[in-house]
């Protein structure tokens, strides 16, 4: 079975300041990754994924993670934050085969100060 | 429709009662899932089904909870007995076939136990 942990439920950084959000999966067998973003008051959408091939993946709003096998972790990154970053982000494991349920961190509340 | 859909968006009801929510998912997607996500806390998994195979009911958090699909598409979540602790947003999400495709969200049922 997978799983999946979020350090830190709660990460306050300055605008302007780098974004890292950190992901940490277990799994049995090589996993598929995702980064999905919750806005206030707003539904999840997705962010980002991994599934095969460039461990590097870029994504939506300036937003990349990568995938590093051997610390088994997907952290998302940004270089730069801006206040319309503040939003709540989970990331997610599933694997391959015929029961890929989707298993979701708890998730990190991400505040922007001006 | 183009995405997933679910009623009621709001949801208030007496103690005791019993509710039920709705969820339509992406036609063609084989997975869907129930989530719960209470006030200030992250997602936490009630139900997932996958196509014809037995759903995976390790989420739900007592025999109250019940949810059930009519081959792959609709799905009701039914809450017998509401309790204060019930209250939270329920939210539903589906997926295509496939581990590395990502799950789509609806907006979520808000509902309050009064």
């Known amino acids: 079975a997978q799983s999946v942990t979020q350090l830190g439920s709660h990460v306050s950084v300055s605008e302007g300041a780098l974004v890292l959000l950190r992901c940490n999966y277990s799994s049995s067998v090589p996993p598929y990754l995702f980064w999905y973003v919750q806005y206030p008051n707003q539904g999840l959408q997705l962010l980002l994924k991994y599934t095969t091939g460039a461990t590097l993946v870029k994504g939506i709003n300036g937003f990349e993670a990568e995938f590093k096998k051997s610390e088994t972790s997907f952290h998302l990154t940004k270089p730069s934050a801006h206040m319309s970053d503040a939003a709540e982000y989970f990331c997610?494991?599933?694997?391959?085969?015929?029961?890929?349920?989707?298993?979701f961190g708890k998730g990190t509340l991400l505040t922007v100060n001006p | 429709g183009a995405g997933v859909s679910q009623s009621p968006s709001n949801k208030v009801t007496e103690k005791g009662k019993d509710v039920e929510l709705r969820c339509d998912p992406i036609s063609g997607h084989t997975a869907l899932y129930w989530y719960r996500q209470r006030l200030g806390q992250g997602l936490e998994f009630l139900i997932y089904?996958?196509?014809?195979?037995?759903?995976?009911k390790s989420g739900l958090p007592s025999d109250r909870f019940s949810a059930e699909r009519t081959g792959e598409s609709v799905s009701t979540l039914t809450i017998q007995r509401t309790q204060q602790e019930d209250s939270a947003v329920y939210l539903c999400?589906?997926?295509?076939?496939?581990?590395?495709?990502?799950?789509?969200f609806g907006q979520g049922t808000r509902l309050t136990v009064v």
């Open positions: 997610a494991v599933s694997l391959t085969g015929s029961n890929y349920k989707l298993t």
């Open positions: 999400a589906s997926s295509g076939t496939g581990g590395n495709t990502e799950a789509f």
């Open positions: 089904f996958q196509g014809n195979s037995a759903p995976d």
